[in-house]
């Protein structure tokens, strides 16, 4: 069942070989998508984003014996350390908030009392006080949120200072 949402993204010069094992897998990946610091030519790195069996993640995250017919362990482990793998990426939420978005401050009442809570950074007014940019937020107190393949992808090459080379 191909139930895992996966996202590799390669630096150029490994394309054609990750490309080739992967079909000596029986999986096409296609690594069609042209990435660059600047989004411009030429392409440092290409990714995909694809939904994968759980074999093949485990294939991924292996370590030798890999047991292939054609490539030697020492090159399947030299080109998987090049891959950036990413598998079933989730968002952290409190309260609906991006939790690397959360922020405490101190918010002074109307009859000036002040209260210490946490807020979206987006949300701070000028009369809050930013207490701290990176609280502690109980674990009980976040929810994960199974990312959507198109954000999994975005979060993924943004995390790396990467853009979609366009046009």
């Known amino acids: 069942m191909y139930d895992h949402s996966l996202v590799i993204v390669i630096p150029a010069a490994y394309r054609d070989a990750a490309q080739n094992l992967g079909l000596s897998y029986g999986y096409d990946a296609g690594f069609g998508v042209a990435l660059s610091a600047d989004g411009l030519e030429p392409a440092t790195h290409y990714g ?3 939904w994968a069996a759980a074999p093949f993640i485990q294939l991924l ?3 030798p014996p890999y047991n292939h017919p054609t490539y030697s362990d020492a090159q399947i482990a030299g080109l998987l350390a090049q891959y950036t793998t990413s598998v079933d990426a989730t968002q952290s939420y409190y309260n609906g908030i991006k939790v690397e978005d ?3 401050v101190d918010v002074t009442l109307e009859d000036e ?5 946490l807020k979206d950074v987006n949300d701070v007014s000028e009369e809050d006080e930013v207490v701290d940019t990176n609280p502690t937020i109980p674990e009980e107190n976040i929810t ?3 990312l959507a393949p198109v954000d999994h992808f975005d979060s993924v090459i943004t995390s790396m200072g990467l853009q979609q080379i366009t046009g």
């Open 144 to 146: 994960k949120v199974k």
């Open 48 to 50: 995909l984003h694809s």
């Open 61 to 63: 995250q292996s370590q």
């Open 102 to 104: 959360v922020v405490e």
């Open 113 to 117: 009392t002040v209260v210490r809570v």
